[in-house]
Structure formats: structure tokens, C-alpha cells
């Protein structure tokens, strides 16, 4: 009897093993947790990147940052630039097998567009920051048509906006009777399968999925395969603690790791690196009503007195190259004109300043420890700027306090980071505005407003080359910030790990990767 | 003995709402606005706005309290603004994850470091006892994240015994639970030994002064009867005080080994709510931890008279 049951016992055994080497599940080590599975709602970028596994918009963002169709077949434009008609691809399931159609898609649309969602994108689409959905039509089950109050060139790319949750198109179902937010039912190559608040997100591979025509992935669009069973998305706040477990063959990638980190793990057997240039702007702040930095000549000394070269060297460990614009470096915008920066020039520094009547008046920046990156700018800038005869003088708060200091405009100087911008347009719009009605912008300049609403209506691609090159150099003159780079991603993934890389919108893709045996 | 119970807990209740209307206070004088960090750097005014009123951080701070003590009197602690979570079965969640750990951890440095203690007091200006409290000091005065990560490389990485990161629960695989409380429950205990060990050696060197254990050894009795069945139960008492503070104080969370062994444990809550000025989670972590408190006081209070006969309820 006893041989019996262990016989059995070993059969089973063996079975399991057997499933479990069937079964590949991908793990990913996330530095929070998510905040829910509602995408584009209650958000952040972890959440971003795990919603975009699961949900798909009718556009998405390519390779290369530009926007390109997803669910979508073709995009047209009608030429007014007012009416905007997708055709969607035919065959394409939810999670939960119901067929796509435009009825799915002007449903979504619609709770996206009511204030009660709280959708975070809603003020691209009502008006307030850009053009107005003014109505939404389904004329046959393949075609949707969005008609807009007037022309605007960011109308596909915001509907792409990462942040947004891609526009994901959701099944009614992912909603309780109630109407309240139940779980996500979207058409991406993965489902939701499991949320441990805290510990884990499982997400499983859809077996219907419906995939795009091209030959393989291209950013968030292309042709996106699910390779593993499973992807298993491991909350890991600590980075050492997410070292140990990549070295240690208990988590399978790491898809931010810091430049220190990242040249460490270089070197471990079994690790790779992927870098990319992302398109984060990273840079110091001006407080341009402050009594002393209001003089453009003392901002034009403080850029004048960094060594950028050195300077980025050293805070990206030579993966990253200085940019003094807010056009980002990977962007197809970013021209010859865009790469005329400021010029290291310590003795046109003090030119300034003598000129300016600057005799050392100390200079506040401030600066956190939430984000090294940010901290070690601040530190770097404040020593090379000692030598051009500036005082300025660090003060560290923590990130919560100096998010409230960038938004109320309460700070002379700042060393801060502004999340991935994918269109230059938004890139200025983050930057720009009148500083009466909203403290946080850093440049307030009638001209180049003007100049930009100009852009965000424009589509013609080189109209608006010609609009972000103005706007460069407008505000390498004016100087309210200065940009010092855009910055890297590195992921840290075990050589097992096939298919993965990084790239510049920096949230991380796990269709197309693929699991080799251990 | 009722008595004593109630007396005890009733004289929680105003610390309780002492503490309830300091946190509630305290928490919004940190600078910082919960429903900017959730817009980030993208927030415009009119999306704030709208944020606040959701979160329903434009009413004034009286009416905002006075919504949540309501709400706290049945026992509703809200919702969590982050991640729009019930708070109470969330902290209850991540309480039992600490306290797995740090019940299991402060019994086994108990249990080492009170013998360990008393060897050394009857060994008094030995080597044995300059060993012992060297290694106890030693362990006192190691950072507990760094003996963690140091444990981690040993164990997780160079020998691969044991998992790195990750929680698994009792209830969900007993075996494979135990596997992942190793390391957290090994390095709190060293950490803990070292405090135990030298409360041990020192009440029971003051204890082996008296004349009863003179008395006791003129008896003729063994040191071995002498120190176990004499000295112990006395020199136990003021350790057990300690035991009883490092128990409150741990159930208050580990924030720094939840964080370094992954734990979802309530110190790592807490810490999140703290950055993302989470109000109603961090209220209601520090409503439930003062409340432990006061418990484990209690409880401290009333084993007390088992070790100490002189003490009476």
C-alpha cells in the first residue's frame, strides 16, 4: 500500500514538474506597487506599464516615439483637420471573447469622456487643452468617426499618451452592474490574472489574441506577441533587495536599474544590460520673478558656467549626452538647431555677472533625495558654478515638499526632472504658460505661447519643425531653465531573458520576450 | 483582576483620542499635497482641484476630521487615496505579516537571550562573559538593513538556500511560508539578542547580590538550583518589562527589513502612505499601532505578577 501511494506520489510529482517546466512565467521586479487596474484613472507610470500589457488604444506610440495605428487599420484625416475616421481591424476579441466593434470603441470613448470617470486625460479632449470632442460616431461596426471643434496636430498623439492608459478601448464588463470599476477587460496580448496588493501583479497570456499584421513589434504597436504563459510582476521597492533577487535567479528582469547599479550588474555572469536614451528632460529651474534670477543675464551665467560634457558623463556613467533643449534627443524633431546649447564659457560667466551687478547673493536650490538623479544635478551644478564666482546654496526637502514648491512657483532655483514628454509640443506645454494663473510654469512668454498654440494646431510635420526650432532657440535666450539631458534607461535582465530592450519611451514591453530554459 | 483590565483599557480611551486628533494634526503639517503626488508633475490647476474635491481635501480640517472620527466610531477607518483600498481589512492584511514575523522573532531571542544573559552574570568578569557581551553588543550595534542584506548575499545569492524577495503566506503554503520568514525572523532575532542579553546579564548580576541567594547558597544548594530556580524568576521581571517594549515597538512595524526582504508588512505601508501623504492609511496605521500598545502593555502588566509575587493587580 505504502509502495502504492509513492509510486502515485512520484507519478504526480513528476507530472507537476512536468507542467510546471510547461508553464513560462516572465518575472519582473517593480520597484512600487500598482495603484489599480483602472488604466489611465488611478495611475502612475508602474501602473502605466502594466495596464499597456493589458489594454490597447485604436493608436499607440512606435519605436521611435512617432504615433501609429493599433487597433486602428488606418487613421484618416479629413482636410479641415476636424473629423477624424478610424477603421478598425476586423477579428479582433476582448479577453473575454466578444468581438471589437465601433460600438465598444464610442462607448469607451464616452466614459473616458464623462467627468466622473476621472480619467486623467480628460482636458486633452473637452476643450481645455486643445481641441474639443464634439461628437463621436459609429456609422458600421468598423468604422469610428471623432469630430473635433478644431484642427489640432496632438490629437493622435495625446490619444497614444502612455499616461492616458493608451485610450485603452474596454469591454463593458469591466465594469460591475453598479457601474463601478471591476477589472480590466481589454484586447492586449496579456489579462489580468491575479492582484496581491503589496506583493505581486500576474498577468497571463491571452491565447485569442489578434495580432497586428508587421513583422514584429515597433513600441506599443506592431505585431505584439505574447512568447511566455505568464508574466508575474514582483513589487520590489528596495533596489538592493531587487539586485540580490535578479543575481540570485529570483526575478528575470529589472527594467530600471540606476547607472550605478547598472555598472555593477555589467559585470555579474548571467546579467545583461539595455540601455536607452529615454525622453525625460532633466535640468535646473528658475524662479524668473525672483528679484535676483528676473535678470535673463545671471540665468545665462549659471548655463554658461556648467560643463555639460563632464557634468552628464558623470551622473549617467557615459551613457547619456547632454541636450539643452526640451525637444528630447530621440525625438524626430530634434534638428541641427535644436543641438545649439549653451556653451561652457566660465569666463563669459562672470562677464554676465559683473555685467548683471551679481557680488555673491546666495542662490537657493533646491534639491531631494527621493530621486539621486536629481540630487547629484543640483550637486554637480552647484561646484562647477562656485568656480564663475555663483553662491548657490542646496537645500534638501523631501520630494512630496518640493513637488508643492514646484507647483505654488515658491523656490528660486530647483533641480528637477520632468517625466517623458512623447510629442515636443507637450514637451514646451509643460514648461510654458503665464505664471499669474499657474506658478508651476517655469517660462512665461507671450511670444512663444503664441508660437506654440501655433504648433499644437499644426499637422504638417515640417510647419512644425519649423515652430519647435523657433521655440529652441526663444528659450535658449530667454533662459527660465536650463536643460542639462534627457537621460538613460537601463534594464537589468538574466541572460535567459530573450527579445527584451529598452527604448526611449522607457516603459518596459514584455510581448516579444521570450523565457530559454534555466 | 477585572478590575485592573478595564481600569487599563479605559484609560486607552483618551489616549486613544488624544493621539487620534495629534496624528490627524501632525500628518497635515507635514508639507505636501496627497493630490498633487497623485498628478505629478503634469497637474494642472483645474485637474487639482478637481482631485481635491474627490478626495475631499478641500473641506476645512475641522470638517475633515470630524468625518473621519465619525467614520472611526464604527469602526471605518475610509479609504485608502492612493490605491482607494478599505483601510482597516488593509492594515489588518499587512499587521499580520509583521507580527508573523516579529511574534516568532522576539520569542527566539527571548529564549537565547535570557539563558545566554544569565550565564554570563554567573560567569561575571570572565572571559565567558567578556565574550558574550561583546558578541551581545556587537549584535546591538549592527544596523538591522545591513545584517539583512548581509544575510540576503549569504544565503539568497552565494548558497541559494533560501528566497530573496517575495511573501508567501501560512495560509496559502506553510512550507514554502517558512522559507521566506527565515531570514527576516534570523535577522531580527540577532538584532534583539543583543538588547535581551544584556537586560538578562544585568538584573540578574544585581539579583546575585542579595542575600537571599547568599542565603540560599550557605544552604547548600547547587549553582545550577541557585540560578535557575532563584535568581531567574526575580532577574526575569525587568526583562520581561523589556521584552514587552521591544514587542510593542516592533508591532509598530519593521519598516526597514519589510523593506529590504520585501515584506508587505505594515511598517512598509506606512512608509508608503508617508511619501504619498496617503492620510487615511497612515491615521489609520498609527490608530491601530497605538492601540498594540496600549494591548501589549496590558498584557506585560498582566503576566507580570507570574514572574514577580511581590507585584500585585
Known sequence: MNRLLNGTLCVTLALGAGLAQAQTTLRVGLNADIRSTEPGVNRDENTDTVMLHIVEGLVAHREDASVGPLLAREVQRSADGMTYTFKLRDGVHFQNGATLTAADVKWTWERYLDPKTQWRCLAEFDGRGGAKITGIDAPDPLTVVFHLDQPSGLFLASMARPDCGGSGILHRDSLAADGSWKAPIGTGPFSLDEWKPGQYVVLS????????????????????????????????????????????????????????????????????????????????????????????????????????????????????????????????????????????????????????????????????????????????????????????????????????????????????????????????????????????????????????????????????????????????????????????????????????HSWPVSSPRLWGVSLAAH | MLRFILQKLGMAIPTLLLISVMVFALIRLIPGDPALLMLGDMADPQSLAEMRHTLGLDHSLVTQFLIWFKAVLSFDLGFSISTKQAVLPLILDRFSVSATIVLVAVLFATLIAVPIGLIAAWKQNTALDLGLVSVATLLLSIPSFWLGLLLLHAFGIQLGWLPVVGYVSFAQAPWQAISYMVLPVVTLTLVEVGAITRMARASTIEVLRLEYIAHARAKGLSERAVLWKHALPNAFAPTWTLVGLILGNLLGGIAVLETVFTLPGIGRLMVDAIFARDYPVLQGCLLLITFIYVLVNLCVDLLYPLFDPRVKL
Open chain 1, 205 to 500: 497570456r491571452f491565447k485569442d489574441y489578434s495580432p497586428r499584421d508587421e513583422a514584429g513589434p515597433d513600441g506599443f504597436t506592431g505585431k505584439k506577441t505574447a512568447l511566455v504563459d505568464a508574466v508575474r510582476f514582483m513589487v520590489i521597492p528596495d533596489p538592493s533587495s531587487a539586485k540580490a533577487a535578479l543575481m540570485s535567479n529570483n526575478i528575470d528582469l529589472l527594467p530600471n536599474v540606476s547607472a550605478s547599479d547598472a555598472q555593477e550588474l555589467k559585470t555579474t555572469p548571467g546579467v545583461q544590460i539595455s540601455f536607452s536614451p529615454i525622453m525625460a528632460i532633466c535640468g535646473l529651474l528658475f524662479q524668473t520673478n525672483d528679484p535676483l534670477l528676473k535678470d535673463v543675464r545671471i540665468r545665462q551665467a549659471i548655463a554658461h558656467s556648467l560643463d555639460y560634457g563632464q557634468m552628464v558623463n558623470a551622473l549617467s556613467n557615459g551613457t547619456s549626452e547632454p541636450n539643452n533643449s526640451a525637444i528630447p534627443q530621440t525625438s524626430p524633431f530634434y534638428s541641427a538647431t535644436a543641438r545649439q546649447g549653451y556653451r561652457y564659457d566660465p569666463q563669459e560667466a562672470q562677464r554676465l555677472l559683473s555685467e548683471a551687478g551679481y557680488h555673491g547673493q546666495p542662490i537657493k536650490m533646491i534639491v531631494n533625495k527621493r530621486y539621486s538623479q536629481m540630487f547629484d544635478m543640483g550637486l554637480l551644478s552647484q561646484a562647477m558654478a562656485v568656480a564663475s564666482g555663483l553662491n548657490i546654496q542646496m537645500e534638501t526637502l523631501e520630494w512630496g515638499t518640493q513637488l508643492e514648491r514646484y507647483q505654488s512657483g515658491n523656490y528660486q532655483m530647483m533641480a528637477f526632472s520632468y517625466s517623458s514628454r512623447l510629442d515636443p509640443a507637450t514637451s514646451f506645454d509643460s514648461l510654458m504658460g503665464d505664471k499669474s494663473k499657474e506658478p508651476r510654469k517655469v517660462w512665461d512668454n507671450p511670444q512663444a505661447q503664441a508660437v506654440l498654440r501655433e504648433a499644437v494646431r499644426e499637422s504638417d510635420t515640417a510647419r512644425r519643425q519649423a515652430l519647435f526650432d523657433q521655440l529652441h532657440t526663444m528659450m535658449i535666450h530667454d533662459t527660465p531653465m536650463v536643460i542639462i539631458y534627457n537621460g538613460t534607461v537601463a534594464a537589468a535582465l538574466r541572460d535567459s531573458v530573450k527579445g527584451f
